[in-house]
């Protein structure tokens, strides 16, 4: 199993208490890892939202799905997840069990599910229902809020915060739970650019960390700062699959070339 | 004019000295409501939550049916619990028809489709808002809803208010199946009625007083309740 306490306090006598990430080996997230999609597709009312989509993800530590509006980037997201059931096809983890437990896997939505208690609590509360040891949690909860920077908000009610804090909060759940795998939904589509700047810190932080990310988003600049593999997705399909340094400065599809050129597709 | 104004000095002079058959009927009333209040969310509050989150044939039926029955005349509840109760019913070996027990079950019945349909409406709606989160937490069913319970607390207490609201006000059901006996099943609301017809106006104006700052008390409670839950 995965040391839980990845976090740690480091005191510096005289200077203000820091946190920083033990960073582990890029396999920290290989115990369920490589995630196998497998010929998913996805159907409402007899329209094929998703279709064909065969697609191996790797230990590759920040996995970013690019695609226009209506691509089925969302979908697919909710799928990995388990969030919804594909209507053909099957979602293979290396480790189903394992896989499948609270804390091996989380998910930050567009807009941020709070409860109706505080800060403190929200972070307590998503530690005690994803199994984290109980000893452990205090740490867990200093280093959460400490990453996030919300300490001086660790009282104030949840539903209170702004969009970007709210947003913070739930990557703050995330790091105080360690999974080894993130989901993010276009986490910072309804934030200014300093918001974004810090949830995109927070997600390097975790990345960092050995956190596999996996996050979609139709922000180019985004992509490019935080991608080390792209995944570009089109009408439902997986058009492409590679490293973000190839996708960026050589893009052989058509399609995936005229979106990165902001050209319009349909 | 004279009339109103000498039975309202007198009733209020009940009331200030706390006058003991007064005392009799308003600790009865609050007895048998507080009972069927507290009855009826041990049952309506876990169906409520049931229908609220679960998936399960006849779920929209039962939902719709609850709906309606919120609106149920008391006397209609009445009648079908008098012929329950009564010697020739199936529970009427019992002897309950003309005890508070009677008028505790009437009263159950009346407000258990209030606070079981409100608490699925409230709870619905926070199922919809947390769902995926809690899906994304792998939260089990039994834990979903003990957090849901806990997020709506506030507007489920909202629920109560409402239904003790609805049994302390309610009168048709409990003549039925009380029979408004004095010192057995005499009540707030059955008083006024009896007393009013009886052209005996001072003791139904004090009750009438008590039960309309009971009203108060209960709308004030709620608005506080609400401010408490925007505060916090």
Redesign the interface.
């Known amino acids: 199993m995965r040391d839980k306490n990845r976090l740690h306090l480091v005191h510096d006598i005289g200077a203000k208490p820091s946190y920083e990430y033990d960073l582990r080996s890029s396999s920290t997230a290989g115990g369920i890892l490589p995630l196998e999609l497998v010929d998913i597709g996805y159907e409402v009312a007899g329209h094929w939202l998703l279709s064909e989509i065969n697609l191996k993800i790797e230990d590759d530590r920040s996995t970013i799905i690019l695609g226009p509006n209506g691509a089925g980037k969302t979908l697919l997201l909710?799928i990995c997840?388990?969030?919804l059931a594909p209507s053909r096809g099957s979602v293979r983890w290396q480790n189903p069990s394992m896989a499948?437990?609270?804390s091996a896997q989380?998910?930050v939505?567009q807009r941020p599910?709070m409860?109706?208690r505080s800060v403190k609590k929200n972070i307590e509360?998503?530690m005690k229902?994803?199994g984290i040891d109980p000893a452990s949690r205090p740490h867990q909860l200093a280093a959460a809020l400490e990453v996030s920077g919300l300490e001086k908000h660790a009282e104030q009610?949840a539903t209170h915060l702004s969009g970007g804090e709210q947003q913070r909060l739930a990557l703050a759940r995330c790091v105080a739970i360690n999974p080894m795998v993130l989901f993010l939904d276009e986490p910072t589509a309804h934030l200014d650019p300093t918001a974004t700047r810090q949830i995109e810190s927070m997600i390097g932080s975790l990345r960092d960390s050995g956190t596999q990310i996996i996050m979609v988003t139709h922000d180019l600049g985004q992509a490019r700062r935080l991608a080390d593999r792209v995944v570009f997705m089109y009408d439902g399909k997986v058009l492409v699959s590679t490293e973000a340094i190839e996708f960026f400065n050589n893009p052989r599809n058509p399609e995936a070339a005229a979106f990165l050129q902001g050209n319009l597709l349909w | 004019m004279s009339t109103f104004s000498s039975s309202f000095s007198t009733a209020v002079d009940l009331v200030l000295t706390a006058n003991p058959e007064l005392a009799e009927i308003v600790f009865l009333s609050l007895r048998v409501s507080l009972s069927a209040v507290l009855i009826a969310t041990v049952i309506g509050m876990p169906l409520g939550a049931l229908i609220a989150i679960r998936r399960f044939p006849g779920r929209a039926t039962i939902a719709t049916l609850l709906s309606s029955l919120m609106g149920l005349p008391p006397v209609v509840l009445g009648l079908i619990v008098y012929l329950l109760l009564s010697r020739a019913g199936p529970l009427g070996e019992y002897g309950l028809l003309f005890t508070p027990t009677a008028m505790v079950m009437a009263q159950t019945l009346l407000v258990l489709p209030i606070i079981a349909a409100l608490t699925r409406q409230i709870l619905a709606d926070l199922h919809q808002h947390y769902d995926e989160q809690f899906r994304s937490f792998r939260l089990s069913g039994w834990k979903g809803i003990q957090t849901l319970l806990w997020e709506g607390r506030f507007s489920l207490l909202t629920a109560l208010l409402a239904g003790f609201g609805r049994a302390s006000a309610e009168v048709g059901a409990v003549m039925i199946v009380g029979g408004n006996i004095n010192h057995v099943t005499r009540v707030m609301t059955t008083t006024i009625a009896m007393e009013t017809s009886k052209g005996d106006f001072s003791l139904a104006l004090a009750l009438g007083i008590i039960l309309i700052l009971l009203v108060l008390s209960v709308n004030i409670l709620v608005s506080l309740i609400q401010a408490m839950e925007t505060e916090t």
């Open positions: 909710r997840h388990g969030l499948n437990s609270a989380a998910m939505f599910v409860l109706r509360y998503a229902v994803c009610r």
